[in-house]
């Protein structure tokens, strides 16, 4: 069995549905790990190579015994894509602990966890880490107090996993997304906040979850082999810009 696995978080939507759906298509097998059940039983059904596993990242034991059933499952581990978090998102003076905590336990301590659980099978493999942060991460904005840092937490995290992992052959890279356009942000994001991204990303439009996938699953490739520690926008530009004033672009 020498077709390689990627173990994807929060698998059953979005960027880690198509990261998954993406690796299949480049002949990879894939673990699928999401805490909502039903959703993962959906997304799964009729995927080859894939098996779903159902599991917080958020808690310690069940990460553990996560990556012990994945382990047994598929024999090893080539790649793990930290892409489960919550979006949570609201003024600063009305986030209370409770509410930090809840963002931080999964955007920020799931990755901890998934990637400190998986470094003795990466070593077997000399395999790659993927988390994925935010734009939010990279440059501030309103009502992303506890989700912006946990995304920058992530990205210094990555940095600290390049560093003392190299020694293993083990590769850690994050990806950090712009705007995308996801089922969800179409339906809460009003006609006024579109028209303002479209305003201020260079490349006039959202992303798309399959533009984001085929960043992480290059990273997770051999063609990414000399690539560690590096944080990548893929943001269509946004965060090169800065604040940005499209009136005198032309």
């Given at each position: 069995m020498s077709e390689k696995v990627a173990l994807v978080t929060g698998a059953a939507r979005g960027i880690g549905l198509a990261t998954t759906q993406l690796?299949?298509?480049?002949?990879?097998?894939?673990?699928?790990?999401?805490?909502?059940?039903?959703?993962?039983?959906?997304?799964?059904?009729?995927?080859?190579?894939?098996?779903?596993?159902?599991?917080?990242?958020?808690i310690p034991s069940q990460v553990d015994a996560m990556v012990d059933s994945v382990r047994q499952t598929f024999g090893r581990i080539d790649a793990v894509v930290n892409n489960a978090g919550v979006a949570d998102f609201g003024p600063i003076e009305d986030t209370g602990f409770d509410r930090w905590r809840e963002v931080m336990a999964t955007n920020l301590d799931g990755v901890f966890l998934v990637s400190q659980a998986c470094i003795s099978a990466l070593r077997d493999t000399r395999g790659a880490l993927v988390n994925i942060a935010s734009i939010s991460g990279l440059r501030a904005s309103t009502l992303r107090v506890a989700?912006?840092?946990?995304?920058?937490?992530?990205?210094?995290?990555?940095?600290?996993?390049?560093?003392?992992?190299?020694e293993y052959g083990i590769r850690a890279n994050c990806v950090c997304p712009g705007p995308v356009r996801t089922k969800l942000a179409m339906a809460v994001h009003s006609p006024e906040i579109i028209a303002s991204y479209h305003d201020a990303?260079?490349?006039?439009?959202?992303?798309?979850?399959?533009?984001?996938?085929?960043?992480?699953?290059?990273?997770?490739?051999?063609?990414?082999?000399?690539?560690?520690?590096?944080?990548?926008a893929s943001d269509g530009g946004f965060e090169s810009t800065g604040v940005g004033l499209p009136a005198l672009r032309t």
């Open positions: 690796f299949i298509e480049h002949g990879w097998r894939v673990a699928m790990v999401d805490r909502d059940g039903d959703a993962l039983s959906d997304a799964s059904t009729g995927l080859n190579k894939v098996s779903p596993f159902e599991y917080d990242v958020s989700y912006g840092t946990s995304k920058a937490a992530v990205i210094q995290l990555t940095k600290q996993q390049a560093a003392e992992l190299g990303i260079p490349l006039n439009r959202y992303g798309t979850e399959r533009e984001i996938a085929e960043v992480i699953t290059f990273l997770c490739s051999d063609k990414a082999s000399y690539v560690t520690g590096q944080i990548i």
